[in-house]
Structures are given as C-alpha cells and as structure tokens.
C-alpha cells in the first residue's frame, strides 16, 4: 500500500514496447549493472515483484491469523494460564503486519500487498494493467501460505479448540463448540459474530457499506501519503503510518464485517481453511459471503476512495482527472517546439524535482 | 494543525491584491505549469483548499465517532459477542482520527481540520483572514458528513441500542435506555456521564476550564512542531506527533468533558444527530451547553495557548509579538538602501533558509 | 532530555567572557538579525531558555499528573460512569508527557525537563553549571505550575475523592478513605502502595536502588540518541523515542516507586499538594523519603548512567573520560602550527562535519 | 538487529590484513584523529563494539525481564495495590527492550544484541567470523547482568512470592506456590504454562516449530528494513520498526514459547536463576529444552529467513546467491581496464552511492 520507490508503481508508465527488457533495466538504475553476477540473480529479476507481493501478503497474514489464533485460543480450557491479548491486540496484530508486509516488499514491488490497492493504482496510478492478475495471484497465495504457516504454529491447540484432529465443521447455535467460529475467524473474515450469533440484524446492505467505507478510507489515506504535493511520509515510513490506520480502522470500523479491506487477506485464508477439512461450505455461506463482501466490497470502495481523492485533491499528471486535453497538448507541443517548459510535468519529470 | 507545506498557511502573508490569481500562482510554483490540463484541474484550484479541511474533518469524525460506536455498541446485547475495544481503543481512535485527517489534507490546507485552530493561525500566524469562514464552514460540514457515514455503518446496531428505527429520546435517569448518551457520546460531545449520570459536580466553570486548558495545551505543542527554530517535527510526520498529543490528552484530560478541543468536532456530528430524530434538545440542553463549552471555550483556549507561546518562546516575524517598532523599520530601510541585510527577517524570507 | 539543536547544550561550551552578548549571539545565529524588532523580544532573549524548561516540565506534569487523577479518581462513586484508562494509560500518559514536553523546549533550551539530566550534561557533555540553578529554579516552578494546573482541572471530583473541599488529610491504615493515597500518587511520587498497604517490604535501600537503576537506563538511552557516532534519533525525533522508553520504564520498572526518575516531577507537585492542604507532612513521611528516593536517586542514577556510557561508548570531546593528556595536546599545538588538522576535534568543530 | 550505521557490519568486509589497526582508523574516519586524546579512549577501542553489545542486550533484558516481573508479581497479595499492567504491557515491554537495546549500540556494534542475529548477518552479509564467539560472548553477559539487575531490584516481592529469601524451588502441579513459573518465566523461557500446566499438547515439534517460524519472520524484516534497496528505515529509526515487529511478534506468535527467538535471551537470565538457588534443574528440564528449543531453532530460523530474503529478494554484493560467477568476473575485469564501471558494486561502493 506504499508506492514510493516503487519500480514500476505510481511514477512510471510502462510503455509496453520494451517489456522483455523491463526488469534489467530497473536493475541497472539501481546498480549500473549490464551483466548478471550469475545465473540465479538473472531468472530472480523476473520473479522479484512477485514473489516481494507474495512475501508481503505472507508476513501480514502470519501477524494477522496469528494474532486472531493467540486472543482466541488462549481462553480455551488447557491451552494458556490466561489470555494473551485482548481486542486492542487484535487491532495491533493486524496494524503491524500491515506495516511489515509493506516494509518487506515496498521497494521491491510497489507494497500493494492488496489486490483493491492493486486495482486502484492500476485505474488511477497508471500502474500497468498487465502485471495485476500476477500482482493478485501472488498476493493470494501469500495469503494461503501465511495462513497454512500459522495452522501449523497452532495446530495442537486448534485441535484442543475442535476437539480432535479429525473435527472440522461449521459453527453450530451455541458459541462453545462453534467450530466455524474459530475458521471464519481466524482464517477467513473473522465475522464470528455473524455466524454463531446470527446477527442478523447486519443485512447484505450494511455489511457490504461497511468493506466499502472502510476500504473507501484506506485509499483515500494511502494515495495522500504517497502524494509529493500534499504531506507525504517520509521515505522508508509509510508503512508506519499504515500501522497506524489499519490499527483505527480495526478499532472503529472493525466490529462488523472485521475489516477485510483485502481481498487476498479473506481468500487466501480461505482457501486454506477449506483445505484443511471445512470443505465447501466456507464459499456457499449465507449466498457467496466470500465474494461480495470481503472480495467486491473492498475493491470498488478503493475505487470510490482513489476517484473521491483524484477528483478532489491531486493534481499529477497519471490521474485521468488531470489528462490534458487538445489545448493543454497543443500548447505543450508548442513549447517544446520554442524550447519553453512550462506544461504540466509529463511522467517521470516529477522525479527530477 | 500542521501547518508546514502549507502553500497558505503560516509562512506567507496574503496581499489581498492578487487574490484571483492567487491558486495559479500556487500551483505553477509546484509545477511549473502555466496552463491547466483540463477545464476540471481548473475549477479545482478554486477550492481545493476548501475541500481538503471538509476531508481532514471527515476522515477524523469516521475515525472519532466510530470508535466511540463500536465500542459502547458493541457492549449491547445481541450487537457482538464481545466488547470491541475499550477506553484506551478510544483516546486511540481519536488519536488516529487526527494524524489521519491531517496527512490527509497537510500539504494542501495546512491540515487546520479545527476551527480553533484556523482562527488561531489567523491571529498569530498570519493565515489570511478571509478564508477563515469558508475553513470553518468546510470543517463543519466535514464533520457533519462524516458522522452520517458513521451513523449509517451503524445503523442497524443504533437501532437495537435505540429500540427501533423511529426511537431517538433524550436520555432518561437510568443508564440502561439513555438515548441521548448514545446521541450525544457518539455524535455529540461524548460527555455522555454529564447527561446520564447527572453530575452536577461537573459546574459550567469546570467544563469551560477543561476543554480551555487541552485546548491551550494542543496550540502550544501545535505551533512549537511547526516552529523552525523549535524542534520541529520532519516533513510528513507532524501528523504522527498529533496522533501521540490526542491519545495522550484523551487519556489525561478527557474525562470531564471529553475533549471537544475542535468546534467542528463537536458541532458537525451535533447537526447529524438534530437531523436524525433528536432534534432541538441536541441545542438547549443545560443552557446552551454546545455553545460555551465545546465552542467557545476551544477558540478562546487556542488563543491562550498561542498567545503563551508566541509571548515567551516564538521569535518569527508573522507573530504580532514580534513584530518590528519604528526603530526597527528604519534601521530595516537603512540597511536595505545600503545593500546591508541583517533585519529581521521578512514573510516568505524564511523559506529562504 | 533532548539535546539536538540546543544552543546551548552538548555542543557549545561556555566561555564565560561574552557572557551578555550570549542570547543575542544566539540569536543572530539563527536569523541574521543585529536588531531587536521591539523591546519585548530583546528582553525576551534572557528568559527564553528557562521559560522553555519550565514550559516543558509544565507540560509533562499536566499530562502526568492528569493521567494519574482520570484513571484513579473515575473510579470513585459518582465522578464518572466507568473507569476512565487503565494502569496501561498511565505510563502512556507519563511517556506522552515527557515527549511533549521535550518537543515544546526541544530548540530552545536543550529539553531537559529534569534536573537530573540538567546535572548529568553539565557534568559530562560541557552544560554551563551557571546556568543548572537557573534551570532547575524553573523545571520545579513549571512541576508546580501544572500540578496546579490539573489539580484546577480535577477539583471537584478530588473533593468527592477526599469527601469534601476542605478534606485533605493523610491516609489511615484502609485504602478507601485514604487521601494521602491520592495527594501522594497524583502530585507527588505515585508510590500509593508504600504508603496505604504499609508494604514495608520495600526497604529503604530497595527504594533508592529501584529508582537509581531506572534513571541510569534514562540516560544511558539519552545519551545514546544524541551521540551523533552511534545511532542518533533523526531530527525531531528525540522526543518520539523519550515517549516509547518513558513508556517502558513505566511498564518494567515502575511498580516499587513509582518511576520518578525526575526530582522537579516529584518536588514540583509535591509542593502544590503541601499549599493545598496536606502541609508538612508531605515532607517528613518515612524519615524524609521525599529527598532521598525521587531527587538524590535519580541524580546519582543519572551520574552512574553517564558515567558508564562515557566510559565505553562516547568518543566525544566534551566528556571527562576524552580530555586529551599533555602529550595529545602538545601534538595538536604542533599540528596547528604546521597547519594540519588531525587532532581531536575541539569544542564547535563538530557542527562543521 | 539493526546494521545501518555499523562501521563493522554489513557494508564492510574485514580483510583480516590489518586487524591490528582496524579500531583505529574506524575511529579516524569518524574524527580525523590521528592519535588518541588519552590512554583509556586507545584501549576503549578494542573493547567498544563487545561493550555495546554486553549494553544492549543488558538493556534488552532489563525492560524485558522487568516488565514481566512487574505484570505478573503485582498479582501476588502483599506486593501491590492492583495488577500493574497486562499481557499487552508485557508485548510492549519486550518490544521497547529491544528498541532501546538497538539505539545505545546500533551505532557502535550494528546492534545485532541477538546471536541468532550475528551469526546469520556472518553467514549472508559478510559480518567477520572471528568477532562471532566475542559477540556471542558479550550478549550472553549482557543478558546474565541485565537480569540481575532485575533480581536485584524486584528481590522483596520474589521473596514474598517465593515464601521467604531461601525458597527457590521447581514448580510443583499447582499454580499457586509454583516457584519454577516465576523463575523460568522471568528470567528464562517465559513458558511457564509448559512447566506449570503441564501442557503436553505443545510436542517438542511444536516448541521447536514456533522459535523457527518467529525467528525466520524476525531475520526478513531486519534484512529488508537494513535493505538499501528495498524499502530502508530512515537513518536512527530501525529500532523504531524493531519495537512494532517485537510488540507483534508477541502478540501473533508469543503464546506457545514465548518467543525467545533470541538465544542470549534466554541463556543469560538462565544461567542468573541457576546462580540464585534454581540449581541444575534449569538445564535438565523436559531433555534439555533450554538447548534445542530457545538456541538451536532460533539459529536456525534466522538462517531459514536470511536464506529466503537473500535468494527471491536481495541483490546487494555480500550474499552468497549474488556472488559474481567466472564469467562475471572476467567481465569485471575487462571493464576495470577500460575504464568503464558497469559491474555489480564491490564491498563498500554502496558507501558512495
């Protein structure tokens, strides 16, 4: 969710003619290389982007499912002597692997760690439409793997939570034995309460306006702290500051759907869950749960939030609110025809500031 | 409140001669451009500024207000499982709220996002007079929306809290069934003991002392961040500086009257819940009570704070405490003809350094 | 407790012979100025620097003190309808105090806010001792002033607290009814437990040993954050890492006594509470416990803490430990005259790196 | 754990040729010191680095075991008025521990205060073998001192928990009386649960699997925020990321063994309670835990991390997977002689960029 020193993020267009070489060259502005010290250092060029996106997704995941997994399953009978965290931790698990999810892979891959981040920046950023499905492929599998690597932290007390090893069901009306509780939770959206209390008082409206608020936010917040020309954070600490929003978000826009905001952090989890004996019932819940709210929610709420931003606030030249129309061409052609520089910054000129 | 980067803020005084001019002028010294790449980029200059203090507002009452739902909402039955968040996630939200408005609007409008803190920088700072009814009319609806926003997310669990969708009452002696502490808490001055608890040993002179005072503190600490000669906090995380002063001022001075500190904060969420259904009582409560405490006394606390600070510790020349005498001005001029600069220096000279 | 940028801090040493010419000198340093621009502001130049440590200790009492008056007093019957933090609030409350203070005064006067600190940098980093009596005169006078400040804030619900306006008595044996509990741990050294539970555990030595180890910890950091050869705090900074050890010092050593770690944080609240009411007996409580745990142990702890990190880690010139012998000295001399420069660097040398 | 800055870590390889003179000319690049100001400040030379790490795990351990002495002997009838602090107090403490531990010798010695730290920046960023057994040495006193420290200063209350100044026994079944909980709690592992509630569920798999997994996590973040170009912390501030990663470390996956990941954290204040009157047992406990558990995965963690980052992501000079093969070098060479530079940045290059 950070875009500064990113390669390929916000502050460049990519022509598309010169794609083979695209990743050498980028390797070279950073080290005046032409050759490759070896073999591995060659093919990595072509996977680092997307393997920073997975690792990003990864951390996060394991700070997030991790955090869920201590509060919850340190209050089961035989597990802990007490419980380890309360809410306020819940929120900073997930603050803090935001942050470090983004400070693994920031200059590497741009940090989206988000496919809604990823999205947005392709629609308003002119981050190149051609990498997003590898962008959210590799953030869903972080998101699988980091989940997996936390089961596997957890595995024994789960199986104390569940009863067994072999017992993996869905919640039932009461909340001890909810089994689906602990899954959804931990793995999936962590809405417990929609499911074992049966709020049904959350309608499909509601929980779906509040993925979209919540993510409408984030954007709005991620795009101005990346923004030169209003207060942007200093390099090397945006992700603090992302900390410091999914730590509020968490504590006030949190209670009701448990701010997915993420595609890959609901999905991936997910996929994990149903691999590991919930089956299918964790996609067909309450009339496909997993895809409008965690998944379409949060991606048109990023777009609602980066149009409300570009519309209102920036002025760089990638937005389709600041493309220049046939006068402001016209008149740039002109001036460089006299040699006068005066028309809006084309891309890229903003880094000679 | 932080008024670095600020193209109007602190560090240059408005002519009033070249007001309609003004916007371009700004926005060519960030780009250079002398044309507007389209009709919109055009018309957005114009109120810009204006739209980034409506947004800083926004974004901290979705942040303030919604910490303050989930958490008291969250305690009733039937809402969650369990109580999201505590005393402490609420001096954060708060917290968070502010950085969040600020980066979010800092480098465009100075990030005042608190009426008594733009009437503040008019008297001491030199922000130009004439904006300061558009700022706060802008903070004010800044805050009026952004409490709509929050009392839709939540509006399924008001209503359960309420009693149903048409109850809106003031609060009644007990507890259990105050409407108002819910109104007034969330969306109104959060001073909710006030109300219920009927604590007449809170006096009129106590209240206005309280918010008086945080509000002094917060000038003190905002003009020191953004003094040069000070310790400055560095570019881009003056907001961070707020998120620590809001938490910490939530946590030492926020019992009594729960720091308002912000007439927008206060009187933006008052207006939403008046239009909901609580209607004029939201006003007249124990004498006008929105007026003096969480208006009045913040603006007159902000002068006292700034006045202290610029009386003993400021030494710019914006600051009516400094400004030159007779003798000054002429050794100012003598020195000027002589081609000798070693006055004090003038608005803008600053940026120089 | 901020070094960095102060005038006269660390990096200056005093000569004494231009002792008059000081401030302006200072000033014109920063601005260029020959000039006063009015009376008020050349009179200003001589207070300024212990205006700001008053301010600054000021400011840390009224989020210390006040933190410590919401959490305990919105426990009593009839003050608030929950309890306002937790011990957690505390020590953010303290660490966010101490930050603030140091960002107002950072500049200004170095940021000390505590006479122990003052003490220990005249002793190792060249602090002018003229200036130590001046600076604590004001440090304690700025304690008092905010203890004042917040006992205004929380007069009424002290006086429910006591039973009574005119109620200020010391503790008996039962915690209810204990007043001095609330004198003591609010505007004075905190250690409620020593005095209500009788907790004779804590001998005398322990008292004095556990706040000579926390004071020692605070400087050793200090230090550390403003030695330039090992990983100082970025500008502006300090303050933000003062607030994360204030707040650690509270969490891991401030159970026995409190943490003063500051003699005008005690001394300063502790004679606001002997004018109000409590009188003499705040000062011969366990055999003058006031004098020898929160003011000699910090300043010999601050000693010990700068005396170990010189000794090991500082290679600056200002210490004691790197006063260069006769032979170093002779080889600067010849060095000077055959106009090479290989010596080490001499007072103000190392704002020229 | 964090290397910026360090004159001897990541960015320099030691040569080995001139070890003699090695501390010296470090300490000329800082000053242009050609001889020592005095015998002492030449003799602090060859001890300075192992100092600051001896500091700054005696740092690490003094907030780390204080804090957890603070939460948990407050509980105990007769030590204090009420709980002072919470499971999340503990988090933050570990987590300001390490921070602190990192700014009072990051400068100096890298502020690795982690042996699994210093061995894994040995193996991938080229940190000298023959300063590994001083470094290792230096932390393990560092964390032997550090604890007690904290013996010393909370010694009544363990007296009183314990049941008297000579009671220092195992754990038996029940919590109450459990003695071997507070001494592996504070001073070793933390886990007390395992001992205590003889949580057989938590396999030796799973001991191990957990310190593996923490540490791994632990060893991406430190390499990426040290990272150049990834996304760097700014310059003093990679403690600041290192206080959230612990904080989060704690909160996601400190239940099952209390995140040692640090193997002098755990040795040290072992090797103190085995001097106070635990004896033997702290060794032989559950078939020598302290080994294979807190030592061994920890290291081997760091290595599974450090091997990650390096292969998919890093492509900095000093790691094995970006050694220059024959080709490379032939490369290299040729351009060497013609003058033009366009190989991968040798050892130090980095420093000019």
């Known amino acids: 969710m950070s875009m500064s020193k990113a390669p390929d993020g916000m502050s460049t267009h990519d022509s598309g003619s010169k794609d083979e070489s695209h990743f050498i060259e980028d390797y070279e502005g950073h080290d005046n290389i032409t050759i490759h010290p070896n073999a591995w250092s060659k093919y990595r060029l072509y996977i680092r982007e997307y393997v920073a996106e ?22 089961v009978t035989g597990v802990a002597s ?17 942050a470090m999810g983004v400070w693994v892979s920031g200059g590497i891959s741009g940090g989206h760690i988000n496919p809604a981040v990823t999205i947005a920046l392709a629609t308003y950023r002119g981050f190149p439409w051609k990498k997003v499905p590898g962008y959210i492929l ?11 690597l936390v089961y596997a932290n957890y ?15 869905l919640a039932t009306a009461s909340l001890s034995g909810s089994l689906l509780m602990l899954f959804v ?12 209390l049966k709020l049904d008082y959350m309608t499909a409206v509601s929980c779906f306006f509040s993925e979209f608020l919540a993510t409408a936010v984030l954007l709005v917040v991620v795009l101005a702290i990346n923004d ?4 942007p954070a200093p390099p090397g600490l945006a992700p603090l500051v992302l900390f410091i929003l999914i730590l509020g978000i968490g504590a006030s826009l949190g209670m009701e759907t448990a701010y997915a905001i993420n595609p890959a952090r609901d999905l991936g989890p997910r996929l994990l869950t ?42 760089g030249e990638e937005s389709p609110f600041n493309r220049p129309n046939a006068a402001a061409r016209a008149h740039h052609e002109r001036a460089m025809r006299t040699g006068r520089r005066n028309m809006p910054a084309g891309p890229g000129a903003e880094d000679n500031v």
Chains 1, 2, 3, 4 share one sequence.
């Open 155 to 169: 595995y024994h007390a789960i199986n104390i939570f569940e009863g067994g090893p072999h017992v993996r069901t």
């Open 138 to 148: 590799a953030q869903v599998l972080g998101g699988l793997v980091g989940a997996a």
């Open 274 to 315: 149903s691999m590991v004996g919930y089956g299918k019932q964790v996609y067909t819940f309450r009339n496909h749960y997993w895809l409008w709210c965690p998944i379409i929610a949060p991606i048109l709420g990023a777009q609602a939030g980066s149009m409300f931003y570009d519309a209102f606030i920036y002025t």
């Open 82 to 98: 007490s419980q380890k965290g309360s809410y306020l931790s819940i929120s900073f698990g997930w603050g803090i692997g935001t």
């Open 185 to 196: 939770s931990f793995f999936g959206s962590r809405n417990q309460d929609l499911l074992v």
């Open 228 to 231: 030169k020309k209003n207060m």
């Open 54 to 75: 997975f690792l990003g997704v990864c951390i996060l995941i394991i700070f997030g499912t991790g955090v869920d997994c201590q509060v919850v399953l340190s209050t």
